[in-house]
């Protein structure tokens, strides 16, 4: 089992910055990948970005040169650091990571992110 424990969130202006941290506990040796998906009221849960335990990366569109995804595998910690904050990125942000064997997927418990304009 891993235990996936988000931090960071808040509210910010828009143009502002935030910096999302999840803490991996656990069976860490076993995730493939990390990641940062996103639920606004009344919307589907989205993938932001993810990192592979390679450190190969993925973005969504949305967060292309505004966002990045990094790693520190000391800390068993993924980062989301986000800039130029738009209102339409306002939701809670939740961190995932998805196992080697068996393929499970376990879930923080999100963070609101709210951006004012």
């Known amino acids: 089992q891993v235990q996936l424990v988000e931090s960071g969130g808040g509210l910010v202006q828009a143009g502002g910055s935030l910096r999302l941290s999840c803490a991996a506990s656990?069976?860490?040796?076993?995730?493939?990948?990390m990641g940062w998906y996103r639920q606004a009221p009344g919307k589907q849960r989205e993938l932001v970005a993810a990192?592979?335990?390679?450190?190969?990366?993925d973005y969504a569109d949305s967060a292309k040169g505004r966002f990045t995804i990094s790693r520190d595998n000391a800390k068993n910690t993924v980062h989301l650091q986000m800039n130029s904050l738009k209102p339409e990125d306002t939701a809670v942000y939740y961190c995932?990571?998805?196992?080697?064997?068996?393929?499970?997927?376990?879930w923080g418990q999100g963070t609101q992110v709210t951006v004012s304009s």
């Open positions: 995932n990571a998805d196992m080697y064997t068996p393929p499970l997927r376990y």
């Open positions: 990192i592979t335990s390679g450190g190969s990366t």
């Open positions: 656990g069976t860490i040796f076993r995730i493939k990948a």
